[in-house]
């Protein structure tokens, strides 16, 4: 019964595995019947191209932004769901309805609140004299990108930290109690620490997110202002379906995903050190 | 003691009302885009609750204006449920096969199998892009609805989470099948998928989810503007279409609600669905 599922993996994913690492040292233009073999070139280029090195850093900054923030935000949605006494499923369900959003409907949402007359601007320019050009700033446009990512997957994470939360057997809150450790102190103390599992399943789910970023800074800033939010799938999108280079594109791709295994691996091993320094597990 | 309990019960219901408030602001950009939809021209963007509400932003969408030729959204919408009923109902189909042949049957090259299942999880899809793309270029696939819909016909997270989920299902009740005369495919849709009724509603629900959303893949295997998906054409209009606000929130509704509706549908024991989802 399995063998059709290996038939279709050998033409969805191995052949095509296999043509990718070939087509990365051809200079194949999409369309040309001819094309050579160029050997490394197209890696150097990568190397020294200034929107790959964009793509490359562009990815760890959506990072430092999105990472606290859905991890702070998802943390608070899980433990409002935990300390309620009923309608758990309702507000679970209420706070993951964001997910289903498509990223270009959620960019129409985010261009109309921000746009110059928005009642947001407006007041903004009324009572603090502020006129910000938000999808203008290579600061803050990232910014929002990785704020709508955040609203978007925030009510998902949440469920991981509820899980997480449910799983605290009551002895270990008696015994913290015993000890004196109660409100704050028990938050930081206790309960923090026993998370650390959600934490590091939310870490790495969200880090691994970040190397995937297309639909949002498509639609919304199409890479700009000055790079500030090219990730590596607009940098491969334009590279291969644009300017049709689609050797070179490849070629990226496969950087893109040894960057993306690389990352998470370190990510993974510094979170399971600091996790078993602390004796966290 | 009587302080006591009124004091825990304010703050309950203080609770609620922070639980509450958190939830409006979630589902806001919901609300704000359904009532931009509905509000005169003149108010969107400009007022958050429009003071009267009007059709005229979705009879535009769907007759157009003076100079604008109206887009096919409606045919969008449907191309949009066709391939992604399709290409989810074809995921479904194949976890449950493969993930029943891999939990219940004993087979030579399962081990196999399942590491190369492991292998394609771990494995970042964006490096086949250009490959799959030239593989449906080649093969004729290209501008049809089979470009968006085959290559689209395995997931492996369904795979993965159907195998866990089968391998708790006990093996007498297989095997006290099979001393009936059942075949494998009976097992499966008599025995084996009505126990798997909660986590077959969520595993639907995201691949569904995840299918209706996706721009890259069928952005680029689609041309003809009569195939395109509901998403993908909000996407090409978000330019072209962005003087008239309006018409563009109005299609955003009629992109979110159908999802909104069908999630809320199925919700009933998603709490606890998740549960197994997530471990």
Redesign the interface.
Known sequence: ??S???I??L???L???L??VY?AFTNWNLIAPDYEMVGLRNFIEAFFSESVRAAFLVTYKFMLMFVPIVIAGSL??AL??H???R???L???????????????????V???L?Y???FNAFLRRYLGLDIDWLGSPILAPLIIALMMA?KF??YYA??FL?GLESIPKEVYEAAEMDGAVGWKRFWYVTLPMLYPSFYTVTILAVGLM??I??EP??LTGGGPDYSTHT??LE??NQ??QKLN?GY??TV??I??VV??VSILVFRKVLEKWGARHGWE | MQDMVGSKKIKTMLLYVLAFVVLIIMVFPYIYMVLSSLAPWEQVDRKIIPTKLTLRSYEWLFAGGEDVVPRPWLRAFFNSILVTLSSTALMLVTAVLVGYSLAKLKFKGSRFINNVILFQMFYPAIILLIPLFLIVRYSGMYDTYWAMILPKAVNLWAIFMYTNFFRSIPDELIEAAKMDGAGQLTIITRIVLPMSKSITTIIFLFLFMERWVELLWDMLVVRNEKMLTLNVLLAQMFGPYGAYPGPMYAASVLLTLPILILFIIFSKNFKEGMQFVLK
């Open positions: 019964m399995a059709p599922y290996l279709y993996s033409i969805f994913f052949f095509p595995l043509w990718a087509l608070f949605l409002i769901i300390s309620l006494p309608l758990k499923g507000f679970s369900v209420g706070y993951f309805l964001p997910y289903l959003a498509s990223g270009v409907a959620s960019a129409i949402v261009k109309g609140v746009s007359n928005s009642p609203w925030m009510g469920l991981l899980s190397f995937g297309f639909t498509y639609v590596w799938q491969i999108y291969a379906f689609a594109g490849t791709a496969i893109n995903s993306t295994f």
